[in-house]
């Protein structure tokens, strides 16, 4: 594949700000001197070079502190936005794509266009954040990745966050916006996907969507995705304090995140926890983890339960890869081979 030629010097600006604001704030728990995974077993040398310099250059981070009320929670997603670690503005420049916020059913979005589309089918990008962080701005970070690799137009959905909208809130605004892009074009392909939240939701969105007896989209890609709030997945308990982002699932701000999230509803509930629903009938699915990311078993038990339904699915583990770091470690080789072999499977799917 060849690489597109990007501002890498405004890039390297823009990682670290990200790597402070996604890898800390938003994907927080307790951050130690040097990550519990190097500390432990050193960095994975069969991984990249450029992602063994991005675990060994992760800086002290302070314990992010669970909020006690609404308030406090509203104060901490204002200091991320107040930031302004990524802007629309910055991640049109860096990856050379048309970013315009719009409203489809009332539902803010982004829609992303690349310099040149090659593909005529649409992505449905759902960004990640524990269901709580991520928006503004943030919520189109992938997805004009994703326009930037895969020459694909995107809409990138600002769904409404938790805890002032917890569970179903997000899943109805995602649905909102599907409907009517898909009743808008109903013979256009539509992918859907997102990262670690952004994968729960959109494995979430199959579910919902065969519950209304809704057109199902073409593709699916989950990232990392968060499927089992349940916490029976073993990798919470084997990599409980290596993965460098989310040293524990358990315990700080992802848990208090994702209770909030819940609400009164059963965790049980596929529309929450994605594992627990039937698979059969689902779209083929791109796949992504790593042998240090902390959601690795939340990731395999969906292929497992994709595979035994007779869908197509595509598992791509990283060596090395903790949680998400092929978005926060750069345009390193992961970086390209995750949204490389994306753009494959789409094509595969969408032409």
């Known amino acids: 594949m060849i690489e ?31 990550p519990p995974s190097a500390q432990t077993f050193g960095t994975p040398k069969a991984a990249s070079l450029e992602l063994q310099r991005h675990i060994e250059s992760l800086e002290t981070r302070s314990e992010i502190q669970v909020p006690l009320d ?7 997603r204002r200091q991320v936005l107040e930031s302004k670690a990524i802007t629309i503005e910055n991640l049109s420049k860096l990856l050379d794509v048309s970013i315009f916020k719009d409203r489809i059913d009332s539902v803010p979005v982004f829609r992303i266009a690349p ?15 524990a269901f709580t962080f991520e928006g503004g701005d943030m919520a189109a970070a992938e997805g004009a990745i994703i326009a930037s690799q895969a020459n694909i137009e995107v809409v990138s959905i600002d769904y409404r966050l938790s805890p002032e909208f917890p569970f179903p809130a997000a899943l109805e605004d995602i649905f909102a916006v599907y409907r009517s892009l898909k ?69 700080g701000i992802i848990e208090a995140a994702e209770r909030l999230y819940v609400g009164g509803s059963s965790r049980e509930d596929p529309l929450i926890s994605p594992i627990y629903g039937d698979f059969a009938g689902f779209p083929p699915t791109y796949l992504v983890t790593g042998t240090r990311d ?21 598992l791509n583990v990283y060596e090395g890869l903790f949680h998400g ?7 390193s080789p ?5 949204y490389g072999e994306l753009n494959q499977f789409l094509v595969t799917h969408l032409f």
């Open 4 to 34: 597109p030629q990007l501002n890498k010097s405004f890039f390297g600006m823009l990682v670290a700000a990200a790597v402070f604001f996604l890898g800390g704030i938003l994907l927080g728990g307790s951050y130690l001197a040097n």
């Open 70 to 76: 609404l308030e406090g929670w509203g104060e901490l």
């Open 115 to 129: 310099k040149e589309t090659k593909n005529r089918g649409l992505f449905v990008h759902i960004h990640g954040g």
């Open 183 to 251: 009743q808008d074009s109903p013979e256009r392909k539509i992918a859907v996907g997102g990262s670690s939240a952004g994968g729960n939701l959109s494995i979430a969105l199959i579910h919902y969507l065969r519950q209304k007896e809704f057109p199902l989209p073409t593709v699916l890609y989950a990232g990392t995705p968060r499927t089992d709030l349940t916490n029976q997945s073993d990798s919470l308990d084997i990599l409980e304090g290596i993965d460098p982002r989310i040293p524990s699932m358990r315990q």
């Open 294 to 314: 902390i959601l690795l078993s939340d990731t395999i038990r969906v292929h497992r339960k994709l595979r035994q339904s007779g869908v197509e699915a595509s």
């Open 325 to 331: 770091a092929y978005i926060s470690s750069g345009f």
């Open 334 to 338: 992961e970086f390209y081979q995750v």
